[in-house]
């Protein structure tokens, strides 16, 4: 996930997606559900990128246990190796990896489950909270961006340009903060790369450990953020400034050198996209 975020106007290329209607007296309709009975591939793939100096390589393929369905629940774990190993991908400056012992895993649905607004929804929980490093992420991204994997001639856009743009729907920053998360958007400065990642969001206190739905959804032109259902925060005006497909992310980072014990585990029960039809 990126900390800085653009708006710049273009034309893009819109890929295939349901209608959305923002008219709320239409009831919702599911049109993506995924609720991990197995490792579904036509809806995720790994998304090995190397950003914000994350100290850990993703590795493919749930690679060191990384990565496994258990009794329907998708489980992501940050891992320590006993040795160090070569991480052979570069961040956006033509840096490569350097070698770690810290593993973890990211996947999304870039190329396979894309959608223009609506609602996005995961039912999940962490093992462990407020430890210093820790990063676990459920969010979206714009279809066009221009980072592995890049499977289309569409997807040369840099975030977060529109077409690239990005919506945090949950993060838990272990360095900052115990039984919260921070949900919200980032803000273009119009520079690739570079954005207000602060001013339009907010802290949100919850318990972590317990399974809760972390969701975003436009209304009108609002992008309104909820827990289990209820309202939490809410981008005024500001849904219009997303109106390219986008694809959902899950991740779990260690952003900072801080020593972590054992490894952390975040569990997602499900995933859905809704639309008003």
Known sequence: MHF????????????????YNPDSTKKWEVDFFDDF?????NNWQD??????????CYVEKGKYNTLRIKDGILEMRVIQLDSTIDCDYFDKHGNLHPPTSFVSSRICTKNKQEFIKGRWTARLRLQT????SQFPAW???GANNDEYPVQEENESICWPKTGSGEIDIFEHHGDHMKNAYT??????LLECDKGDWWSKRTNVESQLEKFHE?????????????LDGEEVYRNLGDGDLYPEPMFAILNYAKITNYDMTGEWLMEVDWVKHEFRK
Request: proline letters at 4%; glycine letters at 6%; aromatic letters at 16%.
């Open 4 to 19: 800085l975020m653009i708006i710049s106007v273009i034309f893009f290329q819109l890929l295939p997606c349901s209608t």
């Open 47 to 56: 998304q090995l990128v190397w950003v914000n100096d994350e100290v850990h």
């Open 139 to 141: 969010w979206i991204l």
């Open 214 to 226: 972390y969701s975003v959804e436009w209304e009108g032109s609002d992008l309104v953020y909820r």
């Open 129 to 132: 909270n407020g430890e210093p």
């Open 183 to 188: 949900t919200g958007r980032i803000v273009n």
């Open 37 to 41: 009975n197995f490792f579904d591939s």
